[in-house]
């Protein structure tokens, strides 16, 4: 079911604290709040995120309700100790531009970069383990962007990006190991149903909209191989405890699996591209992307 926003900004990135309470960001530096699990949103003031690049929240961590961390277009990381209301800046030690977070825990979590401009051929992650005060830099992928990072246990995470480039940490992201992938792709989201099976929203390095795949892992992430091509560009991707696995991109289109991946179903809901899924409970699926799009569905 398609929600209003209040907004007509994109919308890239969300976080749920819990089943109820959730916030999203993006373009403008735009940054919402549901607490009735996506179903109403209040628009809270936006963060200044600008920079060079754009104007847009790229990465949106909660602890609970009060303490968070963004990131974004700009040179600083940002943190709130009131809910969203206001953001402290602190300078970020590096010259590239934050394109996701990630937090293991409390304390434990990271950003991935890309360099400057729209190249995109090379990223870096960085580590904190005192809940995002100072950042030192763990890892220097030459490969490509990154994107994305999860975590499937405080040990083993993954990271996916441009390009192809693909990583994976066994112990909680303090060294990295170069992974592989099929294809030069920009892998942007994942989702994992186990420890060791996952599945990858991808598309072409270039930009081109007209072309998507849908990737899977079954050792970690340590290797990633396409196992559906799409004529549109696949972005979201999304995984409950009860097997369902949702991939969305855009002009609407979105696949859904209810069996491992083995067979997907395709639906369109809506007409705008979708940027990020996340299960925000069992089974409420909330979706956000471009002009403020924002919907939510009964898995």
């Known amino acids: 079911m398609m929600r209003s926003s209040g907004t007509n900004s994109t919308l890239i990135i969300s976080h749920f ?4 309470l959730g916030f999203a960001g993006g373009t403008n530096g735009t940054l919402l709040k549901t607490t009735d699990t ?15 690049s754009g ?4 990465g949106l961590w909660f602890f609970d309700a009060m303490n968070g961390v963004a990131v ?17 800046a602190t300078p970020f ?21 890309t360099d400057p401009g729209t190249a995109g051929g090379d990223g870096e992650i960085w580590r904190t383990s005192d809940g995002g005060s100072s950042w030192s830099k763990v890892y220097i992928c030459s490969t490509g962007a990154v994107f994305n990072i999860e975590f499937t246990s405080f040990n083993n995470g993954i990271a996916t ?14 060294t990295w190991n170069q992974g592989t992938m099929d294809q030069s792709t920009m892998a942007t989201h994942t989702a994992f149903i186990s420890p060791m099976v996952g599945f990858a929203s991808a598309g072409p390095a270039n930009g081109d909209t007209t072309y998507g795949a849908l990737l899977q892992t079954s050792d970690g992430g340590h290797s990633w191989h396409t196992i559906m091509n799409t004529p549109y560009l696949l972005q979201a991707m999304a995984a409950n405890a009860k097997g369902v696995i949702t ?21 369109q809901v809506g007409s705008n591209r979708w940027v990020r899924s996340e299960f925000a409970s069992p089974t ?7 002009n403020g799009s924002i919907a939510t569905g009964e898995k």
């Open 72 to 88: 974004g277009d700009g040179q600083n990381i940002f943190q709130t100790y009131n809910g969203g209301n206001s953001w402290s």
């Open 161 to 174: 990006g441009n390009y192809g480039a693909a990583m994976w940490t066994t112990d909680a992201g303090l």
């Open 17 to 20: 604290v819990s089943p109820t």
């Open 38 to 52: 996506g179903t109403t949103w209040q628009t809270l003031p936006p963060v200044a995120v600008a920079g060079n």
């Open 284 to 290: 409420r699926e909330v979706m956000i992307g471009g």
């Open 247 to 267: 991939a969305a991109g855009w002009t609407g289109n979105t696949l859904e699996s209810t069996d491992g991946g083995l067979t997907w179903k395709h639906n």
């Open 55 to 58: 104007t847009g929240i790229y």
């Open 93 to 113: 030690s590096s010259s590239f531009i934050p394109r996701c977070l990630y937090f293991i825990n409390q304390n434990v979590g990271f950003i991935g970069t």
